[in-house]
């Protein structure tokens, strides 16, 4: 260090690059766990959000036996819609335009309305899940008609924080039979913004009742499809008895709702060893999940904890978890039993 005329002390340039790289390095080591330590809080909050969303269905299953896989489809009125979502069971109505919501990507090229998707048309008053979350759904909103989606928004009423994951990073939806690629880059769209809720409600398990070849084996319980096995016609499901005496390991295992990247990896999940029918062609899926780590997901269970874990989601099973009834699997799924990952 020199000294200047004045005989004060003046730092070269060599050494205040010196001072610059040192920071620029301190930066670079810090940021990593800045941005976990960031993540973590989210994660955190997802929780707490799914361990809430876990005790309003425990109270919905002690009420009715069955939980609200979707909503109950009236027959007609402006309550009607074409498509069926894992987000209905609650949440509120999106506030965006048509073409908003054509820019986000939720309609996977489908080529529907958003006005078609039942989280357009079906009123936060009338999710059958609402009243347990919320004491008086004062968000509560009418159904967006063809020519409102058009139209500038005019529904002000925000969706609570409660159903809104902190990290949610895209709208996108899995189409039942269909394939779905999903690309793991994050969108400016969240799926709370356009679909109403963050979270998904497992309905992958019917498939469990399905065989392998409806058409030539038929249906291991009385005749219903995919969307009737659901309950969406009515109040009463196949839940029901999928649920009938389900507690102890089976209820700490079985996931109920799940953050909207584990609903899409999962849908091409199945039974170790099995390739085919009832699933689209294809492969099972391993995604990041919304916080960012391969193969690990918030998710809800039947007994009402939350837990940030990993999934391979390749399957309907794994350490801990299942989408499906607990095995031991019988009829013509008996035959995977002994298969492993």
Not at 147 to 164: K, S, Y
Request: proline letters at 8%; aromatic letters at 14%.
């Amino acid at each position: 260090m020199r000294q200047g005329r004045s005989g004060r002390s003046a730092f070269t340039l060599i050494e205040l690059l010196v001072v610059v790289a040192i920071i620029a390095l301190l930066i670079s080591i810090l940021l990593p766990s800045l941005t976990q330590a960031r993540e973590q809080a989210k994660i955190v909050k997802c929780l707490s959000n799914l361990k809430s969303i876990a005790t309003a269905g425990v109270q919905y299953t002690l009420e009715f036996n069955d939980y609200p896989w979707g909503a109950p489809l009236p027959a007609t009125g402006p309550y009607t819609f074409q498509v069926y979502s894992e987000s209905v069971w609650a949440g509120g109505i999106p506030n965006l335009t048509q073409n908003e919501w054509q820019q986000s990507g939720s309609d996977l090229g489908a080529g529907f309305a958003a006005a078609d998707f039942d989280v357009y048309k079906t009123p936060p008053r009338m999710r059958p899940m609402n009243k347990y979350l919320s004491t008086s759904v004062t968000w509560d909103c009418e159904p967006r008609t063809a020519a409102q989606m058009n139209a500038p928004p005019t529904i002000p009423h925000e969706i609570p924080e409660f159903l809104r994951c902190p990290s949610d990073s895209h709208p996108y939806l899995p189409w039942v039979g269909e394939r779905n690629e999903l690309p793991e880059s994050d969108t400016t769209w969240e799926m709370w913004r356009t679909l109403g809720n963050s979270y998904c409600i497992n309905w992958y398990w019917p498939y469990y009742y399905q065989r392998s070849n409806p058409r030539t084996n038929g249906w291991e319980d009385p005749p219903m499809n995919f969307i009737n096995a659901l309950g969406l016609g009515s109040r009463k499901s196949l839940g029901s008895k999928m649920l009938k005496n389900k507690d102890g390991r089976f209820a700490a295992e079985f996931v109920i709702f799940m953050e909207g990247n584990a609903d899409f990896a999962l849908e091409a999940a199945k039974p170790p060893g099995h390739s085919g029918a009832p699933w689209a062609a294809g492969p099972g899926k391993n995604l990041l999940g919304w916080h960012k780590k391969l193969d690990k997901h918030a998710v809800a269970f039947l007994d009402g904890h939350a837990n940030y874990q990993t999934m391979d989601t390749r399957y309907v099973f794994g350490n801990s978890w299942t989408i499906w009834p607990n095995k031991q699997w019988t009829g013509f799924w008996a035959q995977y039993n002994d298969r492993v990952q």
